[in-house]
């Protein structure tokens, strides 16, 4: 089991950027699919991104493409997510999640592994 550390979130004005990161750790993180997915007070959790075990395949909700960008380096176990143009509605606490496998999922019941979440908060 891989173990998962997001950081990065904080407050931020709208119209900011903030990067996310998310470390891995206890197995080989280049098995493994990666997803970010967000929860706000009430809401279920939704999917935002997804990258592949090699980066090469990614996948954005409609709400945030053309704002975030998802990446990897696996040679640090990380993968980041860079979040651009920020809205007060993307205000959630946004957590990693993981899966050993060759394809990517937006299913939040797919991915095995998780971490504890990094608030963003994003003022108007």
């Known amino acids: 089991q891989v173990q998962l550390v997001e950081s990065g979130g904080g407050l931020v004005q709208a119209g900011g950027s903030l990067r996310l990161s998310c470390a891995a750790s206890g197995r080989t993180f280049s098995d493994y699919a990666v997803a970010w997915f967000r929860q706000s007070p009430g809401k279920e959790r939704e999917f935002v991104s997804a990258?592949?075990?090699?980066?090469?395949?990614?996948d954005y909700a409609d709400s945030v493409k053309g704002r975030c960008t998802i990446s990897r380096d696996n040679a640090k176990n990380t993968v980041y997510l860079q979040m651009n143009s920020l809205k007060p509605e993307d205000t959630a606490v946004y957590y990693c999640?993981?899966?050993?496998?060759?394809?990517?999922?937006?299913?939040?019941?797919?991915?095995?592994?998780w971490g504890q979440g990094t608030q963003v908060t994003v003022s108007s």
């Open positions: 990258t592949s075990r090699s980066g090469a395949s990614t």
């Open positions: 999640a993981a899966r050993i496998s060759v394809v990517i999922s937006t299913t939040r019941e797919w991915y095995h592994s």
